[in-house]
């Protein structure tokens, strides 16, 4: 589908990277040029555009004047450090080709829509620079304030409210519509696709995550004369902690995942012992009895491994999120609609976390994958095959013309 | 000495922090607005101000005018992120301070004189900014270019010598004099004069120190799905590395010491498994060939530990500081002077870097240390009594007064 592809290599031009991949922060000029860019393309389409205080950007396609309800389907522009060319934009511009594929399909079939239809953009879901990520979809559902929200900051203290305003994206249109169904389309990031030579994965629900960040305390000293028994070095702690994460969840069985990918040193001068280290750790598992467990474990364990070496340790924030299940009706219809393009598709849970997941709090959801080359995702290689990104926008918009048009 | 713990007061105010200590990093605001206040006080006694291409300041007291030569005391006014009250800026106050009462003795002692004195604030002593440290000292004695030296950055990518240029310190007034002695009085940053309850060090020489900066590169994923058998986590491999050295220096009967106290993570984002991470190790012993056996098991160690798990490692840079002898000449001086004003005097090797060891490979240097309670520096709570402080001061004016006027 080529006016799929060249969005998407239009897109990737915003933010481009050496490597081939994308840097789009949430709150940047580049999330500011991705965004005007598609604000433009909804124009374009003579969509109505919305924008509502946290920045969520929708496009509308009023395709039943009469009714109150609006099926809406997107993803997200923003991306990490070292972003691909799928991760969220995927869903974004598959989903405003599939909204207006809808809206060709209901003026050849004249009184069949029975709902609205919008494509929309959330604000922060990469929660790389803003913690926490899902910013403008869990805002959206009502789980998270706009005030919290505008209150998070960036490494150097800037809020995303701040970051907002600065581009241009506090908006004061919200979406006037009640929406009734979300469906999200997006890269797999994960290998089981492709293992399987799955083509759709219509996703049931998701793991567990506990993301809990840990502060060490030691104390400064000089990294020379300071005799080695008496250094309090926070970054030894932190780097003992990340090993026994790592250790933890190999000796669990069940097969969680886990990581720690952010680490915050102070000072972080070559002659100064760190007195102070924030690391951000994760533990995922579809059991919260398993993340629980190994939780349980490793915060044991590094307390104690800490104390050996004079660091003492806290919980700078822990977040639990719970597993989720998702729209089963949403799941049947995916796989209907698969089935009868003749693709083969599958469902499993995702170990990932989308909007689709924020936004199953408030409207029932659905999230679509497709493979990924090699699981890999958050990358600059991340790669789905075209004919690949065909069938998830065939699927989507098959999705979204039952659900717009049907009688219940 | 109200004059000095006035002085040392003064000093301690510009980048003072909540908790005691001083943040005055090389080549900001707050080392513009402290080598403003020193300029002030060399204006102030009449000295003559000079300032050199890398922002070395000086203040000359011209006691024999027909002299060429120039004795020189200082230390440095730049700190850690985390910096003390004393570190460096004590020698650099009670070196005006001592210049001064040298003067005063030689007017009241008419001939006495025969050479020229200056004290002087070295550059980007701490090298907390811009590595490598010693920077000033080293541009002087010939050892570092002034074209390195200016295109040392630091993490945001600003060189030194903008820098420099931005707070007015890219000198053009050089040191005109033929430097024949230097002094640097300093406190000790460990515990051996307070063990032992001496007043004075005359300091030997240094410790080697090889400065290692390791690059680590994995690869990056998402810390969801990826499998963790699949993951090249740099960070995971880095945290092995700083455990491995501690473990490295804890199996070294030699009783070397050793760090790891800045790393640079990429991309840095909670979500994103890191794929490139820096860390900057140092090990330091007396003698060489400890230092040698210590980092070749190091580094083949992390080697292998780090290929485990798929993470292949380069040194970013290596640095030897080969130990230093400072002038045998100068120890007994130091130890004559304290002797004849009562001091308990010792001498020992110095584990930490400073100035004089720069200097002593061009001009003949020596480096006197006063107590430091609990051996703690780069810390908020570093702390010499007033008392120990006055005791360095005037061992310091002893010496310049017999160098100055010695007739060898």
Redesign the interface.
């Known amino acids: 589908m080529t006016a799929l592809h060249d969005l998407i290599a239009r897109f990737a031009r915003i933010g481009a990277t050496d490597d081939g991949g994308v840097c789009r922060l949430a709150g940047t000029a580049r999330d500011k040029e991705a965004r005007d860019l598609f604000l433009h393309e909804i124009a374009d389409r003579g969509l109505v555009p919305r924008i509502d205080a946290i920045g969520n950007l929708f496009g509308v396609a009023m395709l039943a004047p009469a009714s109150t309800d609006v099926v809406m389907t997107g993803s997200h522009l923003d991306s ?3 972003g691909g060319r799928y991760d969220g934009v995927f869903g974004v511009l598959a989903g405003i080709l599939a909204v207006e594929a809808v809206r060709e399909r209901c003026r050849a079939n004249p009184g069949a829509a029975r709902r609205n239809l919008a494509v929309v953009n959330w604000t922060n879901e ?3 620079r803003f ?1 926490p ?1 899902l910013t403008g979809s869990s805002v959206f559902a009502g789980a998270l304030s706009l005030k919290d929200a505008y209150a998070c900051s960036d490494a150097e203290g800037v809020t995303l409210g701040e970051a907002l305003s600065a581009i241009g994206y506090c908006g004061t249109t919200p979406l006037e519509h009640n929406p009734v169904g979300y469906v999200e389309l997006h890269v ?4 089981r696709l492709e293992q399987a030579a799955g083509d759709i994965a219509a996703v049931s629900g998701a ?1 567990m ?1 506990r ?1 809990i960040s840990v502060m060490f305390e030691g ?10 028994a ?2 309090r ?1 926070a ?2 702690a ?3 902690a ?2 026994a994460l ?1 250790q933890e ?2 000796s669990e069985t069940a097969g969680a ?7 915050s ?11 102070r280290v924030r690391v ?1 750790f ?1 533990i ?1 598992h579809e059991a919260e009895a398993v993340v629980s467990a190994i939780s349980d474990r490793f915060l044991k364990r590094i307390e104690r491994e800490s104390g050996e070496i004079g660091v003492g340790l806290s919980i700078a924030a822990d977040e639990r999120r719970a597993g989720t299940v998702l729209d089963p009706g949403g799941v049947a219809l995916v796989l209907s609609a698969a089935a009868d393009l003749g693709f083969k598709a599958m469902t499993f849970k ?4 989308h909007d689709a997941l924020a936004i199953q709090k408030s409207v029932p959801s659905s999230l679509i994958f497709v493979p990924s080359q090699g ?6 290689r991340e790669f789905t095959a075209p004919a690949a990104l065909d069938k998830g926008y065939a699927v989507l918009t098959e999705v979204l013309w039952r659900m717009v048009t049907a009688k219940a």
């Open positions: 990490q450090p070292t990469e929660g790389a913690q990520s797999e990031q994960g290998d793991w995550t993301k104390d400064y000293s000089h990294t020379g004369p300071m005799p080695m008496l250094r070095d970054l030894r932190a780097a003992r990340i090993e790592y969840v190999a995942h886990a990581s720690a990918a952010r680490i040193v102070h000072p972080n001068s070559p002659n100064v012992v760190a007195g951000w994760e995922r995702t170990i990932t976390g699981g890999l995702s958050h990358n600059p």
